[in-house]
């Protein structure tokens, strides 16, 4: 892919975006100093936009048992099972930045299971990799693993939930050829 292109597909110039989308993008452009290509791509699409941010806001940043840095770290090693080059490092990015432990992001992206996590986190990683890879392969005994491992009910969808997110928008950032913003790499470094 050419390094200019953030996707294959046509991206919006900003004075075609209704005034929503702009409100979408000006924290990012005030926090991080650029918009996050995931933004601008999914822009060709603006109410498509919209109604997924809504969810990952939700999903990521609700009311959960799990913490915004647990979640990133389902975003991390669903997208490394997908093998997402701009999932891996937008979240990577992310949990770098919420854990300020750039070891832990790479720890957790080159194998969860050696990672500095609790044990329950990885029963919680390892729920999320197999839901992602061997989905017909799921069984009640998964669910059983996490309660075992303190996970609560709520927990246990929350986890199917964002491992659920991520898979959808790996297929979407793989399938349309979403590039990372450059920007990534040094964030939380």
């Known amino acids: 892919m050419d390094e200019q292109r953030p996707t294959w597909l046509r991206v919006p110039a ?30 060709l699409r603006p109410s498509h ?15 959960s048992g799990l913490t915004k840095a647990e979640r990133e770290m389902i975003a991390v090693v669903v997208s490394v099972a997908n093998e997402c080059a701009y999932c891996i490092a937008a979240h990577s990015a992310a949990l770098r ?26 029963a919680a990683l390892d729920y999320a990799v197999k839901l992602t890879l061997r989905p017909t392969e799921m069984t009640e005994d998964d669910v059983e693993a996490l309660r075992r491992a303190g996970w609560t009910d709520e927990d246990v969808m929350d986890i199917a939930e964002v491992t659920g997110l991520f898979n959808m928008s790996n297929r979407m950032a793989s399938g349309l050829g979403w590039a990372p913003n450059p920007e990534y790499e040094a964030l939380g470094r």
């Open 49 to 63: 936009l919209l109604a997924w941010n809504a969810w990952y806001e939700e999903a990521m940043k609700g009311d």
């Open 97 to 122: 930045k919420l854990t300020k432990d750039a070891a832990l992001s790479d720890e957790v992206a080159a194998d969860h299971r050696r990672a500095a996590v609790p044990e329950r986190m990885v």
């Open 14 to 43: 900003p004075e075609e975006l209704p005034e929503a989308v702009h409100e979408l993008w000006a924290p990012s452009l005030e926090k991080l100093g650029f918009v996050p290509n995931v933004l601008r791509n999914y822009a």
